[in-house]
C-alpha cells in the first residue's frame, strides 16, 4: 500500500475533502500519537463508487484517491472536523524483526498495544473501512505493518516485508 505523492504528481492540492475531513484528522491524530511511518484507511463512498484511499505519511501531505481523482491536503493544515477518540496510544522504539523467521521483538506488550490501537482505529472509521499502519524496524528494509477491518470480520494481519501473519484477537 504506497500512495506517497511524487513530486512532479499532477495531483489537486487542497484545504478539505469535505466528508473525509475527520477521517484526515483520525489519521494524522493516529500517526503522530502511535510514532508510525505512515497510515492508511481505506473509506467506502457511495454506493457504485470504489473506495476511497486516505494515505497520511509523516511530515508529507495526506494523498486522497477518490477513484476519478487524487488530490492532496497539507500535512499540518487545520481542518474543521471532529474525528472519534482513541484511547491511549503509546510510541514505542523500533521493533526488533527477524522477516525470515518471522520473529518480532518488542517492548513487553508493544506488538500488542499497537494492535489494539490499530484496531480501535479502524473501528473508529466505522462501516467495512480497513486502517493500516506501518512502523519503523531496525531493519529498514523491512517495515512492521498492522491492517485491520473495522468490522471484526478478519483477523488483525501483521506484515513483515512481504511475509504476512493473522494475529487472532
Same mark, same amino acid.
Given at each position: 500500500m504506497s500512495?506517497?505523492? &511524487?513530486? +512532479? +504528481?499532477?495531483?489537486?492540492?487542497?484545504?478539505?475533502?469535505?466528508? #473525509? +475531513?475527520?477521517?484526515?484528522? #483520525?489519521?494524522? +491524530?493516529? $500517526?503522530?500519537?502511535?510514532?508510525? $511511518?505512515?497510515?492508511? &484507511?481505506l473509506v467506502d463512498q457511495a454506493p457504485g463508487r470504489p473506495p476511497a484511499v486516505v494515505d497520511c505519511p509523516r511530515s508529507a501531505?495526506?494523498?486522497? *484517491?477518490?477513484?476519478?481523482?487524487?488530490?492532496?491536503?497539507?500535512h499540518a493544515i487545520e481542518l474543521r472536523a471532529a474525528a472519534p477518540a482513541l484511547p491511549e496510544i503509546r510510541r514505542l522504539p523500533p521493533f526488533d524483526v527477524d522477516a525470515a523467521a518471522g520473529t518480532v521483538?518488542?517492548?513487553?506488550?508493544?506488538?500488542?498495544?499497537l494492535a *489494539? &490501537?490499530?484496531? &480501535? #482505529?479502524?473501528?473508529? $472509521?466505522?462501516?467495512?473501512?480497513?486502517?493500516?499502519?506501518?512502523?519503523a524496524t531496525t531493519d529498514p528494509t523491512t517495515p512492521l505493518s498492522l491492517t485491520a477491518r473495522s468490522d471484526d470480520s478478519e483477523p #488483525?494481519?501483521?506484515?513483515?516485508?512481504?511475509?504476512?501473519?493473522?494475529l487472532e484477537e
Amino acid at each position: 500500500m504506497s500512495h506517497s505523492p &511524487a513530486p +512532479d +504528481d499532477a495531483g489537486e492540492v487542497v484545504a478539505s475533502v469535505g466528508p #473525509l +475531513d475527520g477521517v484526515v484528522v #483520525l489519521l494524522r +491524530d493516529f $500517526l503522530h500519537r502511535s510514532g508510525a $511511518l505512515r497510515v492508511i &484507511a481505506l473509506v467506502d463512498q457511495a454506493p457504485g463508487r470504489p473506495p476511497a484511499v486516505v494515505d497520511c505519511p509523516r511530515s508529507a501531505p495526506v494523498q486522497v *484517491d477518490l477513484g476519478e481523482r487524487t488530490v492532496y491536503v497539507p500535512h499540518a493544515i487545520e481542518l474543521r472536523a471532529a474525528a472519534p477518540a482513541l484511547p491511549e496510544i503509546r510510541r514505542l522504539p523500533p521493533f526488533d524483526v527477524d522477516a525470515a523467521a518471522g520473529t518480532v521483538a518488542s517492548p513487553v506488550g508493544g506488538l500488542q498495544h499497537l494492535a *489494539d &490501537a490499530t484496531r &480501535a #482505529l479502524a473501528r473508529a $472509521l466505522g462501516g467495512r473501512n480497513v486502517a493500516f499502519a506501518q512502523f519503523a524496524t531496525t531493519d529498514p528494509t523491512t517495515p512492521l505493518s498492522l491492517t485491520a477491518r473495522s468490522d471484526d470480520s478478519e483477523p #488483525l494481519v501483521v506484515a513483515l516485508g512481504e511475509q504476512e501473519f493473522a494475529l487472532e484477537e
